[in-house]
């Protein structure tokens, strides 16, 4: 057999039976195994194991060894004491314990090892023969049984090989590695393409080329100091029609210089409407509210906490993310920025939070974007207009329109024409499945570094293995997230993962100055996203989410520069440093990491 042949099939082998896998995917299918085990039919159980394995994506190998503990030897004894529990339980009338006993034992004489698939037909039917009065109180001590020794040999075995896995890592390093607050240094590799044939190039990075539009300017704004000025001056300056959408909208400094501007907008007469999330604003005071309505701008609130009785907890699930504005239905602004003190410059009073936004001059975009608010506002609840007339609206705060003045002058990070742009979005299932899609195929035509910055970075398992693979090919992939994150539980879950992406390759980096809450990419100096999507499951199956993917070198080398400067003023994590910390540290974002799909 060549050589070649039999390292494939080795690595297929490795991958079936998950041989390195990370503690939770062999707790899970140790779990599946004793699922499987709990079920008295020997001919099934293994079968039964690999199948319920590969439901949860657990380790094949590790659900096998459930068959250590029941098996053809064994399982009538297991039978009887699963009857014994169920009938306990059971609410009718049961076999007596020796009757139940008697037709059990007699089962074992169905089984020949020399004819198994006659066997299998001999004891499916002796089954059937026993009855209600035995089949019953069986079957629910089967669940009862199964269903508890599954929970606790999940819970005992993720404890147990967490603590081992932290245990063994830290032995290592004592044996000999030393702990570095910092790799080598980062560094990307030179360009080797034709910078002449941009349009072409950029295509080969793109999902659906003929969703794309033109916009005419896109201008990069790093963080609240570069966004909020030009916001704020569209707002001022728009003639026919402010929409806007915020996950977070506060009523501190910064939250009155925006209803000051919406405010000032519909006293000219024009067309106003915010939109917020319920539990993203939750404690918005309701002055707030009215000295907006009083100015004539319409307001509606997405899914407040107290509709969730008509709706369902369900709703709770699902929040307005989004964060857009679009301006006389040609000014357009997206990216990751709410609209509060955290994301304004310390020197302003805020808390220098590092996020990017983006603003468009594209009557395309701004139309799709503009549809993206059309779809959500009929679904929130609307705030009813005042009762008063238009004499006695609120007037304008002095101080709001020379805020406006003074943080209009402020630099844009970098700006480009004639851009080519995708709107992103995930408002039903097909567009979620999209926006994955799209990374992923970026990911895969990666020739020279992928650049993220990422707030809550979670991936699951395809982008994981996307980026491991691009490692391979040759490509620099480097991933900034929060040290200090204001979600600590999505941060524990977060460096979960730390381990197996460090050990495929990818460079990690914590932000140290403040909280990182871009949801930012670039690759090869082609490709860009600004969104409001993180890496998680959150961002993917359940927020409603939006961004824009541009195609432009000029915005993407800006945007490289951006990282790799963030990247200077970050910690490195590396696979010593991060195996080096304690056990029950590993533990905690072990069990952070099971509740991902709800953070």
Known sequence: MPSRFRNRLRRAFRRLLGTGDPPERVARGLAAGILAAAFPLPGL??????LFAWLVRGNKLAALAGQTVSNAFTALPLAYAQFRVGSVLWPGSATNAEQARCLLWSIRECWSWSAPLESLGNLGAAWLSLGGQVLGPLALGVFVTGAGATVLSYAASLTALTVFHAYRLRRKVERGLRPQAHGERFVLPESGVDETDDKASAMRYALYPDTYVQAQSVKLLVDGRQAFPEMLAAISNAEKSVDMETYILRSDRTGRH?????????????KVRLLYDGVGCLGLPQEYIDGLLSSGVRVAVFRPLRSLWLKGLGALNRRDHRKILVVDESIAFTGGLNIGDEYAAKEDGGEGWRDTHCRLESPEVARQLLALIEVAWPRADEFPAPAEAPETRIAVRESGGQAIAKAASGPCAAASTDVPVQVLNNRDLFKRIRVRQTYLRAIKRARRYILLENAYFIPDRRIRRALRNAVRRGVVVGVVVPMYSDLPIVALASRALYGELLASGVRLFEYPVSMLHCKAAVIDDVWVVVSSYNLDHRSLLHNLEAGVLLL??????????QIVTDIERCREVTFELHAARAWNRALTEALAYQLRYWL
């Open 45 to 50: 159980q293994v079968p039964l194991s690999l």
């Open 258 to 270: 925006f209803a000051d501007a919406l405010a000032g907008a519909a006293s000219r007469g024009v």
């Open 552 to 561: 432009d070198r000029t915005l993407a080398q800006a945007m490289r520069e």
